[in-house]
């Protein structure tokens, strides 16, 4: 299990940014995936963005060319880079560790609320 803490969520007008941090503390991070996922309200949690141990990203279809994930592995920590944010941004955006595109890993950070006005 792979503790991890989210940071950098906050309010914004559209068209802002913000950067969310997601800090690991394991011996191996260098090594695992990592994800950064969101959940609206009514809505099921979604794979935003995932960033392999070999730094290969996945990026979910609506927010590809405004947000970029990235990882310190001397700082053990993985960033979300959100641009151009739209209300539809709005969420509980949740880091985690040791999944694949297809299933999340067993690890998740207690979440950072962005919320995005109008």
């Known amino acids: 299990q792979v503790h991890l803490v989210e940071s950098g969520g906050g309010l914004v007008q559209a068209g802002g940014s913000l950067r969310l941090s997601c800090a690991a503390s394991?011996?191996?991070?260098?090594?695992?995936?990592m994800g950064w996922y969101r959940q609206a309200p009514g809505k099921q949690r979604e794979l935003v963005a995932r960033?392999?141990?070999?730094?290969?990203?996945n990026y979910l279809g609506s927010v590809k060319g405004r947000f970029t994930i990235s990882r310190d592995n001397a700082k053990k920590t993985v960033y979300l880079q959100m641009n151009s944010l739209k209300p539809e941004d709005t969420a509980v955006y949740y880091c985690?560790?040791?999944?694949?595109?297809?299933?999340?890993?067993?690890?998740w950070g207690q979440g950072t609320q962005v919320t995005v006005s109008s």
């Open positions: 985690n560790a040791g999944g694949s595109v297809q299933v999340p890993g067993g690890s």
């Open positions: 394991s011996s191996i991070f260098t090594f695992l995936n």
């Open positions: 960033i392999s141990g070999g730094s290969s990203t």
